[in-house]
């Protein structure tokens, strides 16, 4: 078990950039969630996955976002023509319902700067 | 939105002191956990208590869930200069897909 991976761990971009990023969940949790941090905030939820299905979006990704996880295994988000405000950390998540119970395990995150 | 509210937003004390974080959240939930973030870093799971419990330990921590009050409270005994990081409280909403929805956590300094 080598925990949740996200890559990168920082991407600085020019505004109207499209960015990418990678998660790599703990091999045997069929669960990955995508949430958004801000300085002094708590994160906020984005997007829930199951296996490759993406059953739950918030209303805070825009049509500039979208998630996939083609293959049931790595995730990745990617933001399209990036704005100012899209700056923040943008963290993966992990679970399974083994042992009875949803904890969800965090990756360290990429931090974000739009320019 | 978010649904948490921890209690206080920063705290400062000193090693060997107890420390106390509150919670309060809105709606119906599953369960309740609580993670802790070093400044700049990813999250860190410490503790989960589920809606049917009240008290949970760990090591240092105690967590404390009262559904009545839609509150929950984190003790660290014994604190460390270690321990200075900020403290989430996080719930996952009965009906939901186990979404987590944090608060705005508190801010723990423990001084030397």
């Known amino acids: 078990d080598t925990g949740v991976s996200q890559d990168p761990r920082h991407k600085i971009t020019k505004r109207g950039q499209n960015v990418t990023f990678r998660c790599d969940p703990i091999s045997e949790h069929n669960r990955l969630y995508w949430y958004r941090q801000t300085l002094g905030q708590g994160p906020e939820f984005l997007t829930y996955?199951?296996?490759?299905?993406?059953?739950?979006k918030s209303r805070l990704l825009s049509d500039r976002f979208s998630a996939e996880r083609p293959k049931g295994s790595f995730s990745t988000l990617e933001i399209q023509r990036t704005e100012q405000g899209d700056s923040a950390m943008y963290l993966c998540?992990?679970?399974?319902?083994?042992?009875?119970?949803?904890?969800?395990?965090f990756g360290p995150g990429t931090r974000l700067t739009v320019l | 939105s978010q649904q948490g509210e921890e209690d206080p937003q920063a705290l400062s004390i000193q090693e060997g002191e107890n420390a106390t974080m509150n919670c309060s959240y809105k709606t119906s939930i599953n369960n309740l956990q609580w993670y802790r973030q070093n400044s700049g870093r990813g999250l860190v799971h410490l503790i989960l208590i589920r809606s049917n419990e009240r008290e949970k330990h760990s090591g240092r921590l105690r967590v404390t869930l009262d559904t009545s009050k839609k509150s929950s409270s984190l003790l660290i005994t014994a604190s460390r200069a270690a321990d200075t990081a900020s403290y989430f409280c996080a719930t996952d909403s009965t009906g939901g897909y186990n979404k987590l929805i944090f608060g705005a956590g508190t801010r723990l300094a423990v001084h030397p």
């Open positions: 998540a992990s679970s399974s319902l083994a042992g009875g119970t949803d904890t969800q395990y």
């Open positions: 996955f199951q296996n490759e299905a993406q059953l739950e």
